[in-house]
Every structure is written in C-alpha cells, then in structure tokens.
C-alpha cells in the first residue's frame, strides 16, 4: 500500500502528535526533515533569531533536501511536508522570529523595502518543489489550528491563520483536493484510516 500523506498545519495544529498516532495505530511510518533546524549543527546554542537572510534562505533550501530523503520510502506521513519549509521561510523573512509576541526582533527579518528583492530569492527554486510534492504525496491533510496557544507561544494566532492561507494558496495550485480534518487525536486518526482506504495510491517516488 504505497500511501504518503503530507499532514499541513500551522504550528501548534497537532501535526507531530497525529503523526506519532498514524505511525502507532496504523503502522505508517511518520517522517520529518533530520536534525535540528541550525546553521550550525554542533551549535546546540543557536537561535532562530541569529540567523541572517542568505542563511534562513540556504537552510530552508537544506531542509528540503533532507525532507525528501526521509521521504524517500514507498509510505510514509510526513510531520510537515516540503511544502512547509518554505512558507515558515517566506513568513519569517516578513514577520520575524516571533511574530505577534513580546519576544526580540531577529536578524532575518527584512524591512518590508527588501521584501521584493529577497523574497523571489527564496521561491526561485519553488517549481521544482512543487512538482516533487504533485509526486511524492498520495493524501494532503489539512490539520486547522483548533487548539489555543499555550502561555508564551513563539508565534500568534495572526501568524497560525497567515501560515494557513499561504499553504491554502499553495495546495490549490497543486489541483489535488486537501482533505481538512478536525476533532481529537483520536477522531483524527479515525478520519485519516477512512482516508487512506479510500484514496487511489500512486508509485512511489525518489
């Protein structure tokens, strides 16, 4: 059964719990991009903050490699999906590390005068992307942000719903239908094994 679901999402939509729980109950084993999302890996004192335009831009263009590696197996849910790499690059380069909070501004974070010079930049690779997500996933599932932030969050729930829209607009350009899914974990992973029964599988990818 060649299925490979790409769970969308917000941050704090519940995609890492729902992917434990499909990998757990349904045998489907849940992927992500690898390692820690640094520059620098032996830097376990990096912050998101410190990070300059060119290099958010080199490392989002990593973590898609990375990304298709764990992705190169016949099934698989993806925590994310490619597609996410670069909308959480996009948004932050507008908004900043900590959008909508208390927290310091960062070094990524454009003035809104650079954001048509640097902004192409990022997407320039973006056709390629696109393609490879049409390919690689067999099920699109859409996880609404329906659980409030917790205290101190790193982003606001103005962030969450432009994280949504933006991957709405992205998945639309695919023609494939995203399937929105809702309710408790368990109601979810309910939802997502009527899903995968009824959803027509494709070859798998590289």
């Known amino acids: ?21 499909i990998e757990r109950e349904l045998g489907i084993p849940a ?19 410190e990070w300059s335009p060119t290099q958010l831009i080199g490392l989002t263009v990593a973590r898609y490699a990375d990304r298709r590696v764990a992705e190169n197996r ?7 999906s490619v597609l996410h790499e670069f909308v959480y690059a996009a948004l932050r380069l507008r908004d900043g590390s900590y959008p909508g909070t208390a927290r ?13 010079a640097v902004l192409p930049l990022l997407w320039a690779p973006f056709p ?20 409030p932030l917790a205290a101190d969050p790193p982003v606001d729930d103005d962030f969450r719903a432009r994280t949504d829209a933006v991957l709405t607009d992205l998945c639309a350009d695919l023609g494939r239908p995203v399937h929105v899914v809702t309710g408790t974990v368990e109601q979810r992973l309910d939802h997502i094994a009527r899903l995968v029964e009824t959803t027509p599988q494709r070859g798998a990818t590289t």
């Open 1 to 21: 059964m060649a299925v490979r679901i790409a769970l969308l999402g917000a941050y704090g939509s519940g995609k890492t719990t729902l992917a434990a729980a």
């Open 31 to 49: 992927v992500q991009a690898a390692g820690p999302m640094r520059v620098d890996l032996d830097d376990e004192g990096e912050q998101v903050h």
């Open 74 to 80: 016949e099934t698989f849910v993806s925590d994310g």
């Open 104 to 116: 310091r501004p960062d070094r990524a974070q454009l003035a809104p005068a650079d954001l048509p």
């Open 128 to 147: 390629a992307v696109r393609r490879y997500a049409d390919q690689a996933y067999t099920l699109l599932v859409h996880l609404p942000a329906e659980v």
